[in-house]
Each structure stands twice: as C-alpha cells, then as structure tokens.
C-alpha cells in the first residue's frame, strides 16, 4: 500500500505564504527518489491542473501561473515533497493535491488533497 499524505493548507490573507509537505510511506518508500514528484489543484469549477513537478535529479517545472512565486523542492531521505508558495492571489485557491509518477514501471499515485484558501 502506497499513502500519499498532504499538510499545511489553510486560510491566508492575499500576499502570503504557506508550504505545503507530502509524505509518501509504504511501497514507495523504497525507491521514492527515482519518481517524479509533482503537485497539482483544482480551484471551484475548474479542471485539474499541473503547478509543480520536480524529477529524480531535481530539475523541476512550473506552471507559468506560478513561476517565480511557488518553489517545489524534495528531501528524499524523509520521503517527502514540499511547496514553498508566497505572494499567495485569491486565484490560488484550490484543493492542492500530491502526486507520485513512476508510469515507466507502472507506478502512479495521487494524495488525498489539502485545502488552500486566499481571502481577506
């Protein structure tokens, strides 16, 4: 069995911050610095959609709508995943979910979400 688990969402005020942490424990753990590591959300009425992702050698993508705010980084000696989000707009608000691709061995896993809301 493989958990994803997310922490650090919240209510915050327009212009701050917040970081979020994924846990992965079970399967995963064994070989958890070969997946890709991303994060995605999914705001009121809207797909799901990409924000972060880093690969096993650290080279990490960003959605343009977060570039230069949100900073995706990865401890693999504690099996864990972080977003780093400052100067936080009200259109960040989303369910923001974990994700653990190993595709190229058939491995594919999905968190179970923390909430982030920005609003005065």
């Known amino acids: 069995q493989v958990l994803l688990v997310e922490s650090g969402g919240g209510l915050v005020q327009p212009g701050g911050s917040l970081t979020l942490s994924c846990a992965a424990s079970?399967?995963?753990?064994?070989?958890?610095?070969?997946?890709?590591m991303a994060w995605y959300r999914q705001g009121p009425g809207k797909q799901r959609e990409l924000v972060a992702a880093i690969i096993s050698d650290g080279r990490t993508n960003y959605a343009d709508s977060v570039k230069d705010r949100f900073t995706i980084s990865r401890e693999n000696a504690k099996n864990t995943v972080y977003l780093q989000m400052n100067s936080l707009k009200p259109e960040d608000t989303a369910v923001y979910y974990c994700n653990a691709d190993g595709s190229d061995w058939g491995a594919y896993y999905w968190g179970q979400g923390t909430q982030v809301t920005v609003s005065s």
């Open positions: 079970g399967s995963i753990a064994r070989s958890f610095s070969a997946y890709t």
